[in-house]
């Protein structure tokens, strides 16, 4: 599947950044300093931005590939250096099917893998005090694939290497109390590797996961 991610990414950077220059924070201050680490959980929507890039056999030539998309559970954790910047820890693990479309010589089922990809970023928070909390983050990632399983003849092994990437974060968070918010979160992760078929066949694969968060979270 394809998505317009860029230009989705960037309207919520935009909006994330025009709700904290334009809220008024209209609480009172809290009478306590609160703790700077905060965990949030979520249901994640993750949708691969997936392109073939590159092989070194002719019969991956005119190929794409697909990997399906896949709804997880995530857990982050997030430590306040000061009231606008933080550091967040996004922890999290997905399964996903795997296929080289060819028009000429059929499909090949490239089975399933897991991806680990846990994620640091760097995050400005605008309106920390506010009722509405946008913020904006940037940050690496480096992606784990394991569990590879379920390839199908002529496919008999499928093997992917680990990597670094980058990401991109935009997200609020509305707060219910003093300890307790609801999020919404957008990550958008930029991702390659290499896919070995059969220890000979080699494609350059761009999965660039786009990862829709909900949830919530608690300020200790």
Known sequence: MKHNVKAGLSAAAI????LGFGLVDTTAAQAAEQ????IR?????????????????????GADVQIDDSVVPELDITYFFTKNIAAELILGTTPHDVK?????????????????????TL?????????IRPYVGVGVNYTIFYGQD????????????NGFGW?????????????WALNVDVKQIFLSTTA????AIKADVDINPLLVGFGVGYRF
Request: proline share 8%; no cysteine; hydrophobic share 40%.
């Open 15 to 18: 909006l994330a950044a025009g």
């Open 35 to 38: 703790s700077p680490w905060m």
């Open 41 to 61: 959980g979520r249901a994640l929507i993750v949708l691969p931005e997936e392109d073939l890039t590159g092989s070194n056999s002719a019969a991956l030539n």
């Open 100 to 120: 080289a479309k060819r028009t000429a010589l059929g499909d090949l089922d490239l089975g399933k893998t897991w991806l680990l990809p846990p994620t640091l």
């Open 123 to 131: 995050q400005y928070h605008f309106a920390p005090e506010a009722k």
């Open 150 to 161: 379920g390839e199908k003849a002529p496919v008999s092994k499928v093997e992917y290497d």
């Open 167 to 179: 990401a991109l974060q935009a997200g609020v968070d509305i707060p219910l109390d003093d300890h």
């Open 196 to 199: 070995t078929v059969n220890g």
